[in-house]
């Protein structure tokens, strides 16, 4: 295994611990996942393994890459490209943007790897169905590494406070339409009160489904609480994703051994998102590989 893909994983298995700190992760837990100690852990995630007296075996970061998905095959689909361009744009110019698909257009695992790839000051926060607007504010500061005790206004305030030390932060709020269930539209005035407070020195994206952009216009119109200044600030460059286009298909597919135009057309009439055209070419390798075994 080369160099690069042994920092690449390192890098990768820190941002995973960093973006599920909320569900308790920890280089204990990696380690324990993995099947190795946490002594061995802690050298990969600090990239020590060059300087140890007898070689780290290449089994210890496959077994890490293999436990957290961190190999998984990935495909430049127009929808990746635009998800990452996004986050880049937000990331570098320090833009609001906001980003809108169906389920399974692959935003969530762009996002993540966007923040495995450029984990510097890059802190991804999933919302969560069961959160309020408190919680939701304490996960963000737990993410920056801010205090999160206090009044909403005081953890905001010292979320704001330690965005403005950094020089690139980016903020990816990703499943945002859980908001709406939840908070009673306080964790978007958190977002907004979090805008107010950078005054644009901090990047920010909104990552949403099914909708979730034309949800924001519906209460904007209506004038409902703080839309229309977050929809002001974040949807003057939407990204609406597509749905799986053919080229998509013809992209993918031959990783798979899928190679005919019959086979292609198939799957293409037979997946309405990305999540269940790999689940029919995952399928599809797995009875040619039974078939090959059985032969």
């Known amino acids: 295994m080369n160099e690069e893909r042994k920092v690449q994983i390192a890098l990768g298995m820190v941002a995973y611990i960093e973006s599920h700190k909320e569900e308790g992760m920890s280089q204990n837990k990696v380690g324990t996942l993995c099947g190795l100690s946490g002594a061995t852990i802690s050298q990969v995630a600090n990239q020590k393994w060059p300087t140890l007296p007898t070689k780290m075996s290449d089994s210890v970061f496959l077994k890490i890459e293999m436990a957290l ?8 689909t127009d929808n990746y490209v ?28 762009t996002v993540e790897r966007f ?48 965005l403005l030390t950094m020089t690139h932060p980016l903020l990816i709020i990703d499943e945002t339409e859980a908001l709406f269930k939840r908070t009673s539209e306080g964790g978007f005035g958190a977002i907004k009160d979090i805008c107010d407070e950078v005054k644009g020195r901090v990047g920010i994206v909104l990552v949403g489904a099914n909708g979730f952009l034309e949800q924001m216009r519906l209460r904007a119109a209506n004038l409902r609480s703080c839309f229309p200044q977050l929809l002001s600030r974040f949807a003057t ?12 298909v013809e992209l993918i597919a031959p990783a798979f ?12 009439d037979g997946s309405a998102n990305f999540r269940e055209l790999f689940d029919a070419l995952r399928r599809q390798q797995a009875d040619q590989y039974l078939l090959q075994k059985a032969a």
């Not at 998905?69 to 430049?76: P, S």
């Not at 998800?83 to 969530?108: F, H, N, Q």
């Not at 609406?240 to 053919?246: D, N, Q």
């Open 69 to 76: 998905g961190l190999g998984v095959d990935f495909y430049e």
């Open 82 to 109: 635009a998800v990452y361009a996004a986050c880049m744009d937000a990331k570098v110019r320090k833009e609001w943007r906001v980003i809108d698909g169906l389920t399974g257009a692959g935003k969530s695992f």
């Open 115 to 162: 923040a495995r790839t450029q984990p510097r000051e890059t802190y991804l926060i999933r919302c969560k169905n069961t959160m309020n607007a408190k919680e939701f504010m304490q996960a963000i500061a737990r993410a920056v590494g801010a205090c999160e005790v206090g009044t909403r206004h005081r953890i905001c305030q010292a979320i704001a406070e330690r």
């Open 237 to 248: 460059a939407p990204v609406e994703l597509a749905v799986v286009s053919r080229a998509d």
């Open 257 to 268: 051994g899928v190679t005919t135009k019959r086979e292609m057309d198939r799957l293409f």
